[in-house]
């Protein structure tokens, strides 16, 4: 049920949750293969997580593998290396963003702890928001040196798309789209 994931993160997701939820379960093997997902599932269901934990896994250990020397691909680049956005997590409201940016630190630093514990490389991505809140400093600093996971609003996904910010979201391979019900009709 966790063999999608590296040993560190079954360790972290065994300890701090038990078993998987059902959304969880049926989720991820849709994830994993690369295809569009809809996760429809009440609340507290661990959509989000579900969401993320691929992304997470894939993040920390399969691109750290790549990043030791003698690896012959020069388009692998370790995380905070300017490769771009890799994991786009766009929420309408700002608030929700907040929350989720906050709450991805649990899981992002548990895993951390138990790859450490046990000796496994890994690299920790970087997360940043961009919203209308986020100051004009902030917001060159994650152009020149893009986070790997960016939370977003639409409207600052806008204002992405639409300025020479954009070749940041050029590496992305996942977006999540959460509450996607309220943005369908704009």
């Given at each position: 049920m966790l063999d999608f994931f590296h040993t560190a993160v079954r360790t972290w997701f065994t300890k701090q949750l038990g078993e998987p939820t059902r959304a969880q379960l049926e989720?991820?093997?849709?994830?994993?293969?690369?295809?569009?997902?809809?996760?429809?599932?009440?609340?507290?269901s661990g959509k989000t997580l579900a969401a993320f934990l691929i992304a997470i896994n894939r993040l920390m250990f399969e691109r750290s593998i790549r990043a030791h020397p003698g690896d012959t691909d020069p388009t692998d680049k370790p995380a905070g290396a300017g490769a771009g956005v890799s994991v786009l997590y766009i929420s309408p409201l700002k608030a929700l963003g907040v929350d989720v940016e906050r709450n991805?630190?649990?899981?992002?630093?548990?895993?951390?702890?138990?790859?450490?514990?046990?000796?496994?490389?890994?690299?920790?991505?970087?997360?940043?928001?961009?919203?209308?809140?986020?100051?004009?400093?902030?917001?060159?600093?994650?152009?020149?040196?893009?986070?790997?996971?960016?939370?977003?609003?639409?409207?600052?996904?806008?204002?992405?798309?639409?300025?020479?910010?954009?070749?940041?979201?050029?590496?992305?391979?996942?977006?999540?789209?959460?509450?996607?019900?309220?943005?369908?009709?704009t």
């Open positions: 989720a991820w093997p849709a994830i994993e293969r690369g295809e569009h997902t809809l996760l429809l599932a009440p609340t507290g991805l630190r649990h899981p992002l630093l548990g895993i951390q702890r138990a790859a450490d514990d046990a000796g496994h490389d890994y690299t920790l991505p970087t997360v940043a928001i961009r919203s209308g809140d986020t100051d004009p400093a902030e917001r060159r600093q994650i152009a020149r040196t893009p986070p790997d996971i960016l939370i977003t609003t639409p409207e600052s996904l806008y204002l992405i798309l639409t300025s020479k910010a954009r070749q940041i979201l050029s590496n992305d391979d996942s977006i999540i789209i959460n509450e996607i019900h309220s943005m369908v009709e």
